[in-house]
Nanobody
Framework: VQLQASGGGLVQPGGSLRLSCATS????????IGWFRQAPGKEREGISC????????SYAPSVKGRFTISRDRAKNTVFLQMNSLEPEDTAVYYC????????????????????WGQGTLVTVSS
């Protein structure tokens, strides 16, 4: 599967962005999808994931209540709606995929994924 992340940009604090992760080469329903981010000088952080099962999505405490992950199976795309953005959300955002069928405790861990898209930069600044 190939992954294409897009939707990043410059936004003011308190603003919103919606990131997209388009999949090609295989159907979205076969994959668990994770969103990760890496800020300069920091470790990569798993912020959200959507499993191919009907299980609930998972969110990192740093984004819970502000970010929402969703799937559009017709478009083979996973979205990350980001609201109430803060300067601390500035990072390169990546999506990743796996066919492994993850349990909830695995799905925000980067070692759980074998397919990665290129990043999209999100800058939150006034």
């Amino acid at each position: 599967v190939q992954l294409q992340a897009s939707g990043g940009g410059l936004v003011q604090p308190g603003g919103s962005l919606r990131l997209s992760c388009a999949t090609s080469g295989s159907t979205l329903g076969a994959y668990d999808i994770g969103w990760f981010r890496q800020a300069p000088g920091k470790e990569r952080e798993g912020i959200s994931c959507s499993r191919r099962s009907s299980g609930s999505p998972s969110y990192a405490p740093s984004v819970k209540g502000r970010f929402t992950i969703s799937r559009d199976r017709a478009k083979n795309t996973v979205f990350l709606q980001m609201n109430s953005l803060e300067p601390e959300d500035t990072a390169v955002y990546y999506c990743a995929a796996t066919r492994r069928g993850l349990i909830l405790s695995q799905c925000r861990r980067d070692e759980s994924y074998e397919y990665w898209g290129q990043g999209t930069l999100v800058t939150v600044s006034s």
